[in-house]
């Protein structure tokens, strides 16, 4: 049963779609922006990239309309940099909501975000991503991890899972809330969810692997009809 507007009982909401997806749904375009996300737009030369950043951020607009049962157009989200404390940058909120937490992620050609109560956080990858070098990796995350992940007869999916794992965790900003690692084989992402237990709208979790709290989530389509089909230098992934 979903709470009222904004209320901290509301119903976690996390969503997983390619960029095409969220530019063709019906609820959402790019008019929702806020005009300092639109300014922020102007910096981006790579339409690609730039299509990428406009579907995450209307992708956690939908979201936070399944939470709250707002429609996507009077929800306003900002952001707010944990280490500075200025705003438009760092991480998103709502500052209508100050119960329910939100996370967004992107990465060439595909979005993720989360809405739900308490500190929650979202990253996604493509599943052809190889994030390295291994020592850059050792630097960034648990040696002993990197380490057993390198161990395996092919590391560089297992890397991956811990890199998606860490990013989730450090845009939640917690190491102790449940995470949930899975692979979306229709839009060929791994994603992790840090947060957000029960989380429902959790497009493509096929299976959850290899994290504390795992669990299978139900896959519901993004938009009404049947779920759609879904050069890198060695560095660690970009997607944010």
């Known amino acids: ?11 976690p909401v996390a969503l997983v779609a390619t960029t095409a997806e969220v530019l063709a749904h019906p609820e959402l375009d790019e008019d929702l922006l806020a005009p300092w996300e639109r300014r922020r737009l102007v910096g981006i030369r790579v339409p690609a990239r730039r299509d990428d950043v406009v579907a995450a951020r209307l992708l956690l607009r939908l979201c936070a309309s399944r939470a709250t049962g707002l429609p996507p157009r009077a929800v306003e989200p900002a952001q707010r940099c944990p280490g500075c404390g200025r705003d438009g940058h760092g991480r998103p909120y709502l500052p209508d909501h100050p119960g329910l937490g939100a996370s967004f992620s992107h990465a060439d050609g595909l979005a993720a975000a ?3 109560p308490g500190p929650v956080g979202i990253d996604v990858e493509p599943l052809t991503r190889r994030p390295g070098p291994v020592p850059v990796l050792r630097r960034l995350l648990p040696h002993d991890e990197v380490d057993a992940a390198c161990a395996e007869p092919d590391p560089g999916p297992a890397l991956l899972r811990l890199w998606v794992r860490r990013e ?3 845009k939640a900003g917690r190491d102790d809330v449940p995470l949930t690692v899975w692979t979306d084989l229709r ?3 791994v994603v992790a969810l840090a947060g957000a237990t029960g989380a429902t709208g ?13 669990a299978e989530t139900p896959v519901p389509p993004l938009s009404p009809g049947p779920a759609p089909s879904p050069p890198r230098s060695p560095a660690p992934p970009s997607g944010r």
Do not use: E, K
Request: proline share 3%; net charge positive.
């Open 1 to 11: 049963m979903n709470a009222g507007p904004g209320r901290v009982g509301a119903a």
């Open 114 to 116: 989360v809405v739900g």
């Open 168 to 170: 989730a965790l450090f």
């Open 187 to 189: 839009r060929a992402a």
């Open 202 to 214: 959790a497009a493509g979790a096929g299976r959850a692997d290899r994290a504390a709290g795992a």
